[in-house]
Nanobody, 115 residues
Framework: QVQLVESGGGLVQAGGSLRLSCAAS????????MGWYRQAPGKQRELVASITSGSSTAYADSVKGRFTISRDNAKNTVYLQMNSLKPEDTGAYYCYIWVFLRQYWGQGTQVTVSS
């Protein structure tokens, strides 16, 4: 069984910053690809950022230059540093991890950006 626990969401004004964390535990084996999706009300879930086992990263165009994904392999934790936040970044953020060809999800953490 694999568990993901997210933290760091909250309410912030436009232009502010937040740092999300996601700690993985359980039968995760070695270093695995991880990332973050988000879902705004009434919209489809979208991939925000991903990081491979080799720490290569990818970002949605809408967050490039503002968000940074990183990982601490010793802690099995992935981070999402979000700067210059905009109201359109509001949504529930979910982290994931791939383990043996299966994707696991966290419970989600809410990010609300006020204008």
């Amino acid at each position: 069984q694999v568990q993901l626990v997210e933290s760091g969401g909250g309410l912030v004004q436009a232009g502010g910053s937040l740092r999300l964390s996601c700690a993985a535990s359980g039968s995760i084996g070695s270093i695995n690809p991880m990332g973050w999706y988000r879902q705004a009300p009434g919209k489809q879930r979208e991939l925000v950022a991903s990081i491979t086992s080799g720490s290569s990263t990818a970002y949605a165009d809408s967050v490039k230059g503002r968000f940074t994904i990183s990982r601490d392999n010793a802690k099995n934790t992935v981070y999402l540093q979000m700067n210059s936040l905009k109201p359109e970044d509001t949504g529930a953020y979910y982290c994931y991890i791939w383990v043996f060809l299966r994707q696991y999800w966290g419970q989600g953490t809410q990010v609300t950006v006020s204008s």
